[in-house]
């Protein structure tokens, strides 16, 4: 129990970090930051193990600097999808 709120806590603050790294408004909120962090912590995780390890390993998401560029190209992925939503 005790991992999965330090986890959504890394998560929060991975995600904003990236939020602050990306310059531009985005309104969202703390669950949106939250999902942000958590999403880019999956990500860099996965990206980490793939290329520092050669293999894809779902329970590489431990590192918090993974997490954070892994919140910006998320960011970055959902600008893109909603900016194209809009038009």
Known sequence: MF???GFLVV???AGLLGRFLVPGRD???CVGTTLLGV???FM??????MIFN???DLRASNNFIGAVLGAVIALLA?????GRRRH
């Open 3 to 5: 991992s999965l709120i």
């Open 11 to 13: 998560g929060f603050f």
């Open 27 to 29: 309104p969202m909120g």
């Open 39 to 41: 999403a880019g912590s």
């Open 44 to 49: 860099g995780g996965l990206l980490g193990s």
């Open 54 to 56: 050669g293999e894809l």
């Open 78 to 82: 959902y600008r893109s999808f909603a």
